[in-house]
């Protein structure tokens, strides 16, 4: 990360959510890390929930996050593989305005390095969704990870050079 001392840092609401079948709040170890990791950097958590593998209950709470001004960005945790039961890129789908595929693109290969070629199971996303930012992670601890630690800590300082997601914001919803 190039951080420009020049720069303020800004700190931004990031919501989490965590998708789930079979967690509950006493056993989410992946969102409690997006937590960790979000308050460490300097930003605020918005908001936090848990949700089953629904695709119209993620749409929901997305939609509601979305519209919240206090929110200016989601990550979400779990529901990013390949069964049935995995939708949430399917709700990001029905919610957004953009795709921002360099997310997942990068993310396969910082995971490539941990994991090794299972990487390619992972349909980690990002969209632009009426202003709002939401990245869809995997739900394993190290996933969580390899997404903060690897692209978003950088991506959502302000101070990062050559640029970042935070500068965008202003104009997210320029048509």
């Known amino acids: ?45 918005g908001a936090r929930a848990l949700e089953k593998d629904d695709a119209s ?40 305005d953009k795709d921002i595929p360099g997310f997942g693109e990068i993310f396969r290969l910082i995971s490539y390095r941990t994991i090794g070629t299972s990487t390619v199971q992972s349909r980690a996303c990002a969209v632009v969704a009426r202003g709002t930012y939401i990245f869809a992670l995997p739900g394993s601890n190290g996933a969580v990870k390899d997404g903060w630690d690897g692209i978003l800590a950088e991506q959502l300082d302000s101070r990062n050079r050559p640029c970042n997601f935070v500068e965008l914001m202003p104009r997210l919803r320029e048509v």
């Open 1 to 45: 990360m190039a951080v420009d001392p020049e720069r303020t840092f800004k700190p931004i609401n990031i919501a989490v959510l965590t998708v789930s079948d079979t967690r509950g709040p006493e056993d989410d170890t992946s969102g409690d890390i997006l937590v960790e990791r979000i308050k460490a950097a300097g930003h605020k958590i």
């Open 57 to 96: 209950r993620i749409v929901s709470r997305l939609n509601n996050w979305i519209d919240d001004p206090a929110i200016d960005a989601v990550v979400t945790t779990g529901g990013t593989g390949l069964t049935g039961r995995d939708v949430t890129p399917e709700a990001l789908d029905r919610v957004k």
